[in-house]
């Protein structure tokens, strides 16, 4: 009897683990979360630093997954920016090798600052 309820148990752990979650639908964030990886260090100019408990998601949107957080005493390497519902610019944690996406207004600014796009070789964004 002992084993046939650890047998039950373990068959519905699976069934709750694996092939019920393949049935749930896509999440809405799903069509934001995705072609944004990696891009090119086209930002060497400074003046831009974490603001405390700054998000780097995964890509440029508020529903994208977290990747980890960057604060003011950390370093960061910013490479460049993108405009999808925010300027969101794209970066590394040099403290922790976090990079991913963080928008502008989570981010301090000292100076006026031109950064480049990250899709195009040409196009730039204005950082007050």
């Known amino acids: ?3 046939r309820l650890i047998s039950v148990a373990s068959a519905l752990a699976l069934v709750t683990s694996g092939s019920a ?3 749930l639908p896509a999440s809405p964030a799903s069509a934001h ?3 944004h990886g990696t891009h090119p ?3 060497s100019g400074g003046a831009i630093s974490f603001g405390n408990g700054t998000n780097i ?3 440029p949107h508020v529903d994208c997954g977290s990747r980890g957080l960057g604060y003011p005493s950390q370093g960061i390497d910013v490479h460049c920016a993108t405009y999808t519902n925010a300027l969101w610019i794209f970066l590394r944690n040099t403290t922790t090798g976090v990079n991913g996406w963080s928008r502008l207004d989570a981010l301090n ?3 006026p600052t031109t950064i480049a796009d990250c899709s195009s070789a040409v196009a730039t964004h204005q950082l007050a």
Do not use: F, N, P
Request: hydrophobic fraction near 40%; glycine fraction near 6%.
């Open 109 to 111: 600014v000292s100076q």
């Open 41 to 43: 260090d086209l930002y």
């Open 21 to 23: 979650l393949a049935l």
């Open 33 to 35: 979360c995705s072609g």
């Open 1 to 3: 009897m002992r084993s």
């Open 57 to 59: 998601r995964a890509y």
